[in-house]
């Protein structure tokens, strides 16, 4: 994006608009002019060009294909739901667009089209998500502005966005623009009006169940700081206890306002000048493995996107602690090699997977790293052995470790083919490739290994998009021959439902196997668990989220150990 708006009658004005969320940026353009650009909005992905390389994923157009609707004039994303505001539309009533992403596709699908009743409102100036919870805000109507907080299956339409509530401006008379902006996480909505009192700005504060089940109250208003310029609170962010609210820029001051809301909402802790200079590594996209005492973290954008896998012990440095071990660097220190992808770690041997380019191209290769503990000197993890793959091989992609075995997935793109390699250990010390499993089912486009699990004699192989619907494949050690590792069992989504993603996370424990589908039921997931019975894998139990909430992703991840079993939900509503 380059240049402001223009405020050229004969050229097009409106409002740019960004949110981000893990990998993903949106950009929102929102031109309203006749003559000019329709409005549009852009997602970025960390990885669309290439490794740790900025592309366009996909690109949203206005559904009333209008030059005055300032499509995109604000935009808001949360795990797989995007919204986007359209305040010019229908004559400056407005509208705003909820899409929901297809896992399966890759795909942004319009899902409801949201909006109010009252003329030249400005409905769509502000938007916010989280989890179940959109708020929209529409600064023009008639009480000095207004907010909207819609709820997911609201009115119990599944998948629907139903209105909750609406937030009239606290402050009376009129001529303010209450809803100018919105915030949202969990069960505080934060509005702005930047033309409260005189012009100098106010933010307030609601939460749920203040003054009842139900009901969202005003617990704070927080006027601007005494000797600041107009405009408080023209943008807001809300994440957690930390609220930030900054001055309109066109006031000529730059500050921006840092809030603790922890324990009930406090005067401001900290003013932010804007600063001159940043630098930010990314820690996001993470990978963890536990076995005993010992966590491994590895964070592959960390450090320029070398990446960096981080070893925690318990008790370092006190009883109970868990304390820092040891950190391992990207043993040839390049850029976007995204070493700490995958991580897995039993006993002394850990095991962490990377996915470096092939020198001089733009092609994956991947990579693995074994690490032994005490190797090369007491409290040391030493590099035992490495092993880099070939162009567009992804080697490294899921690792498993368990014993004298490794599994390593290549989620190979064409005209590489999909496997696992098997590693095993050999006098006097090393790891041997063994044995390659192909792609089964003659297809390379089902992520056969995105997902892999190794237990003793077991293995388990996830591919989630098979057939649209996703299966799991499970070997045993010595099926068909010494040494060999045959298919014993193909287990099919059980809903046989296109979207389900069945077998993108999977653990396996003795004769107890999880599989998960996380977008089962619009995203809100399942967990099924199968008993090695005389028959063979059995399903013996269909877990859902406990607490009955929808689209929380349950089973993005899981693990089970004994009689034990984690499971992620990460779009759970309160995080």
């Given at each position: 994006?380059?240049?402001?708006?223009?405020?050229?009658?004969?050229?097009?004005?409106?409002?740019?608009?960004?949110?981000?969320?893990?990998?993903?940026?949106?950009?929102?353009?929102?031109?309203?002019?006749?003559?000019?650009?329709?409005?549009?909005?852009?997602?970025?992905?960390?990885?669309?060009?290439?490794?740790?390389?900025?592309?366009?994923?996909?690109?949203?157009?206005?559904?009333?294909?209008?030059?005055?609707?300032?499509?995109?004039?604000?935009?808001?994303?949360?795990?797989?739901?995007?919204?986007?505001?359209?305040?010019?539309?229908?004559?400056?009533?407005?509208?705003?667009?909820?899409?929901?992403?297809?896992?399966?596709?890759?795909?942004?699908?319009?899902?409801?089209?949201?909006?109010?009743?009252?003329?030249?409102?400005?409905?769509?100036?502000?938007?916010?998500?989280?989890?179940?919870?959109?708020?929209?805000?529409?600064?023009?109507?008639?009480?000095?502005?207004?907010?909207?907080?819609?709820g997911r299956n609201q009115g119990g339409v599944i998948g629907s966005w139903g209105l909750a509530k609406t937030f009239a401006n606290p402050a009376t008379g009129t001529g303010k623009s209450f809803g100018s902006s919105v915030a949202v996480d969990g069960d505080c909505v934060v509005v702005s009006d930047p033309a409260?009192?005189?012009?100098?700005?106010?933010?307030?504060?609601?939460?749920?169940?203040?003054?009842?089940?139900?009901?969202?109250?005003?617990?704070?208003?927080?006027?601007?700081?005494?000797?600041?310029?107009?405009?408080?609170?023209?943008?807001?962010?809300?994440?957690?206890?930390?609220?930030?609210?900054?001055?309109?820029?066109?006031?000529?001051?730059?500050?921006?306002?840092?809030?603790?809301?922890?324990?009930?909402?406090?005067?401001?802790?900290?003013?932010?000048?804007?600063?001159?200079?940043?630098?930010?590594?990314?820690?996001?996209?993470?990978?963890?493995?536990?076995?005993?005492?010992?966590?491994?973290?590895?964070?592959?954008?960390?450090?320029?996107?070398?990446?960096?896998?981080?070893?925690?012990?318990?008790?370092?440095?006190?009883?109970?602690?868990?304390?820092?071990?040891?950190?391992?660097?990207?043993?040839?220190?390049?850029?976007?090699?995204?070493?700490?992808?995958?991580?897995?770690?039993?006993?002394?041997?850990?095991?962490?997977?990377?996915?470096?380019?092939?020198?001089?191209?733009?092609?994956?290769?991947?990579?693995?790293?074994?690490?032994?503990?005490?190797?090369?000197?007491?409290?040391?993890?030493?590099?035992?052995?490495?092993?880099?793959?070939?162009?567009?091989?992804?080697?490294?992609?899921?690792?498993?470790?368990?014993?004298?075995?490794?599994?390593?997935?290549?989620?190979?793109?064409?005209?590489?083919?999909?496997?696992?390699?098997?590693?095993?250990?050999?006098?006097?010390?090393?790891?041997?490739?063994?044995?390659?499993?192909?792609?089964?089912?003659?297809?390379?486009?089902?992520?056969?290994?995105?997902?892999?699990?190794?237990?003793?004699?077991?293995?388990?192989?996830?591919?989630?998009?098979?057939?649209?619907?996703?299966?799991?494949?499970?070997?045993?050690?010595?099926?068909?021959?010494?040494?060999?590792?045959?298919?014993?069992?193909?287990?099919?989504?059980?809903?046989?439902?296109?979207?389900?993603?069945?077998?993108?996370?999977?653990?396996?424990?003795?004769?107890?196997?999880?599989?998960?589908?996380?977008?089962?039921?619009?995203?809100?997931?399942?967990?099924?668990?199968?008993?090695?019975?005389?028959?063979?894998?059995?399903?013996?139990?269909?877990?859902?989220?406990?607490?009955?909430?929808?689209?929380?992703?349950?089973?993005?991840?899981?693990?089970?150990?004994?009689?034990?079993?984690?499971?992620?939900?990460?779009?759970?509503?309160?995080?």
């Amino acid at each position: 994006l380059s240049g402001p708006p223009s405020n050229n009658a004969t050229g097009p004005s409106g409002k740019y608009s960004l949110a981000v969320y893990g990998n993903t940026v949106v950009a929102g353009l929102g031109f309203a002019s006749a003559t000019g650009a329709i409005g549009s909005v852009v997602f970025l992905d960390r990885n669309a060009a290439g490794v740790g390389k900025w592309g366009v994923q996909a690109t949203l157009n206005d559904p009333q294909n209008s030059g005055l609707d300032c499509y995109g004039c604000a935009v808001a994303i949360n795990g797989n739901t995007a919204v986007v505001g359209a305040s010019g539309a229908s004559s400056s009533q407005g509208l705003a667009y909820v899409y929901s992403l297809t896992l399966s596709t890759g795909n942004w699908q319009l899902a409801a089209t949201l909006s109010n009743s009252q003329a030249n409102s400005l409905f769509g100036s502000s938007v916010a998500v989280n989890g179940d919870t959109i708020v929209v805000g529409a600064p023009g109507t008639s009480m000095g502005g207004s907010a909207y907080l819609f709820g997911r299956n609201q009115g119990g339409v599944i998948g629907s966005w139903g209105l909750a509530k609406t937030f009239a401006n606290p402050a009376t008379g009129t001529g303010k623009s209450f809803g100018s902006s919105v915030a949202v996480d969990g069960d505080c909505v934060v509005v702005s009006d930047p033309a409260a009192g005189s012009n100098l700005g106010s933010v307030y504060a609601f939460l749920r169940n203040q003054g009842g089940a139900g009901v969202w109250g005003l617990i704070t208003t927080t006027p601007g700081p005494s000797g600041t310029a107009y405009g408080f609170g023209a943008v807001i962010a809300l994440s957690g206890n930390t609220l930030i609210a900054g001055i309109n820029p066109y006031s000529g001051a730059y500050d921006a306002y840092l809030y603790d809301l922890s324990g009930g909402f406090v005067s401001a802790t900290t003013t932010l000048p804007v600063p001159e200079a940043t630098a930010n590594d990314s820690s996001d996209d993470i990978a963890v493995a536990v076995n005993g005492d010992t966590v491994v973290v590895g964070v592959q954008y960390a450090n320029n996107a070398q990446g960096q896998t981080y070893i925690f012990e318990r008790n370092q440095n006190g009883a109970g602690h868990w304390g820092l071990a040891a950190t391992l660097g990207e043993p040839a220190a390049t850029s976007n090699d995204l070493f700490g992808h995958a991580v897995s770690i039993d006993g002394d041997t850990l095991v962490v997977g990377a996915l470096p380019l092939t020198p001089g191209t733009n092609n994956v290769a991947g990579a693995i790293y074994i690490y032994g503990r005490d190797y090369g000197g007491q409290g040391k993890w030493g590099l035992v052995q490495s092993s880099m793959g070939t162009s567009n091989q992804f080697l490294g992609a899921a690792v498993a470790v368990n014993g004298g075995t490794i599994a390593v997935a290549e989620t190979a793109s064409y005209p590489a083919s999909p496997g696992v390699q098997i590693y095993e250990l050999r006098p006097p010390g090393s790891w041997i490739p063994t044995l390659f499993l192909s792609v089964q089912n003659g297809s390379p486009d089902n992520d056969y290994g995105t997902s892999i699990a190794l237990d003793g004699d077991t293995l388990i192989v996830g591919a989630h998009s098979y057939n649209n619907q996703g299966t799991a494949y499970i070997y045993n050690r010595n099926q068909g021959g010494a040494e060999q590792w045959g298919l014993v069992s193909t287990l099919a989504d059980p809903t046989a439902v296109a979207g389900d993603v069945f077998g993108w996370s999977v653990s396996v424990d003795g004769g107890t196997a999880v599989i998960s589908a996380p977008g089962y039921n619009l995203l809100s997931g399942r967990v099924y668990v199968y008993s090695n019975q005389a028959t063979g894998w059995t399903l013996v139990a269909t877990l859902q989220d406990p607490t009955g909430t929808l689209h929380t992703q349950f089973g993005l991840a899981v693990s089970i150990v004994g009689d034990s079993m984690v499971v992620g939900a990460p779009y759970y509503p309160i995080g």
